[in-house]
């Protein structure tokens, strides 16, 4: 919808509905936003952002999450993703595995992520865990690199971030974050990251 703008709704930041709490409001909020979509003829948006933000040190995501609460995040996330598939929209959660808690921007250069799969289980991962475990049709890989799956690769580009994001029992459609973004480009010129 930040794309579109006027006459369409200006929608409040998603950091809103989980400092709101209301996983009803949240879940409204999500299906008012994806009926103006599909009013449109869209049928797929991706979004929401399920990331949880670290704070002011998270230059990218911020007032995009739900949350710094990973617990709080993956309620949000869940319910917002469910009131666009309520209104004929495919959510794509994003991005995995999870670009809220690196302090590089991956629109210019690759972020690292240096935490544990155990650390990224226990907080960035709970919300697409989450949303997973409601169905959610679509998740989209985030170009951060991480070293406990895959050093120096972009996650959105490494196998093994694929197969743990199955491993978390997700069968739908993976989608990759754009690839014209500095983490993918500055390593990948010339379109070889394809």
Do not use: C
Request: cysteine-free.
């Amino acid at each position: 919808m930040a794309r579109l703008g006027p006459p369409l709704t200006e929608w409040p930041a998603p950091m809103s509905y989980g400092a709101a709490g209301s996983e009803g409001l949240t879940r409204e909020a999500g299906q008012g936003l994806a009926g103006e979509l599909a009013g449109l003829g869209f049928n797929v948006d991706f979004a929401p952002d399920t990331d949880v933000t670290m704070g002011p040190t998270d230059p990218t995501i911020g007032a995009r999450s739900m949350s710094a609460d990973p617990a709080a995040a993956a309620v949000h996330g869940t319910a917002f993703s469910q009131g666009m598939l309520a209104a004929g929209v495919l959510p794509a959660v994003k991005h995995f595995p999870g670009h809220g808690s690196v302090t590089a921007d991956s629109h210019l250069s690759l972020p690292v992520q240096p935490a544990g799969l155990e650390e990224l289980r226990a907080r960035d991962w709970k919300p697409f865990q989450a949303a997973i475990a409601a169905g959610t049709p679509m998740v989209m890989t985030g170009h951060i690199a991480v070293p406990a799956l895959e050093p120096g690769v972009p996650a959105s580009l490494s196998a093994p971030t694929y197969a743990a994001l199955r491993g978390l029992g997700f069968e739908g459609v993976a989608v990759t974050d754009a690839l014209n973004m500095g983490a993918v480009t500055k390593q990948y010129p010339g379109g070889k990251a394809a």
